[in-house]
């Protein structure tokens, strides 16, 4: 299976803030990579797939970045909504692993 | 508009058997795959397995493999996964997505069934 690390595990941030969350795979996986934000009580909802393409109705500061192992997922300017946990999942090869998590959290 | 609306928690006892269902609409059911996708208390997303109604082609991950069955009925646009002997580590939120291809990522997801099994 690849393995996915996500970095930070956790991350406090104000509201306004450029946030940036890594994604490494264990392996090789071109782009196919996609990211997800969680929030309590609510189903994942999809962000960037193929590494940097926006979602439809995703607001455009969501961008995500990176190619082979090493990805981004970058929010330019936090609003409060976007206090929620965030997902990598790549798509390479079955099975299509998830990342842990990164909470991201009002400072 | 594309919908997947899951079915109702479930309550169950370690041994019962157990199938939820997932049911598409808005969008052609037998041209997307639908993918199954767990979340224990307190834990991350787990990647169970995805299954393309069109043909009934399914992938499980080797994690789940012999422990749940995925499946689907094109006539009612329901995906469906089955266990039959529940253990208390079932005890998690499941939901489905639908995905464009067998490089799955999930662009709409369900509400998700909430499944606890305890004696």
């Known amino acids: 299976d690849i393995q996915m690390t996500q970095s930070p595990s956790s991350l406090s941030a104000s509201v306004g803030d450029r946030v940036t969350i890594t994604c490494r795979a264990s392996?090789?996986?071109?782009?196919?990579l996609s990211w997800y934000q969680r929030k309590p009580g609510k189903a994942p909802k999809l962000l960037i797939y193929?590494?940097?393409s926006l979602q439809s109705g995703v607001p455009s500061r969501f961008s995500g970045g990176g190619s082979g192992t090493d990805f981004t997922l970058t929010i330019s300017s936090l609003q409060p909504e976007d206090f929620a946990t965030y997902y990598c999942?790549?798509?390479?090869?079955?099975?299509?692993?998830f990342g842990q998590g990164t909470k991201l959290e009002i400072k | 508009e594309v919908q997947l609306v899951q079915s109702g928690a479930e309550v169950k006892k370690p041994g019962e058997s157990l199938k939820i269902s997932c049911r598409g609409s808005?969008?052609?059911?037998?041209?997307?795959?639908i993918g199954w996708v767990r979340q224990m208390p307190g834990k991350g997303l787990e990647w169970m397995g995805i299954?393309?109604?069109?043909?009934?082609?399914?992938r499980y991950s080797p994690s789940f493999q012999g422990q749940v069955t995925i499946s689907a009925d094109k006539s009612t646009s329901t995906a469906y996964l089955q266990w039959s002997s529940l253990k208390a580590s079932d005890t998690a939120m499941y939901y489905c997505?639908?995905?464009?291809?067998?490089?799955?990522?999930?662009?709409?997801w369900g509400q998700g069934t909430l499944v606890s099994v305890s004696s």
């Open positions: 808005g969008y052609s059911f037998t041209s997307y795959w």
């Open positions: 392996r090789y996986i071109s782009s196919y």
């Open positions: 299954i393309y109604p069109g043909d009934s082609d399914t």
């Open positions: 193929a590494a940097s």
């Open positions: 997505a639908r995905g464009a291809s067998s490089s799955w990522y999930g662009d709409y």
């Open positions: 999942q790549q798509s390479y090869s079955t099975p299509n692993t």
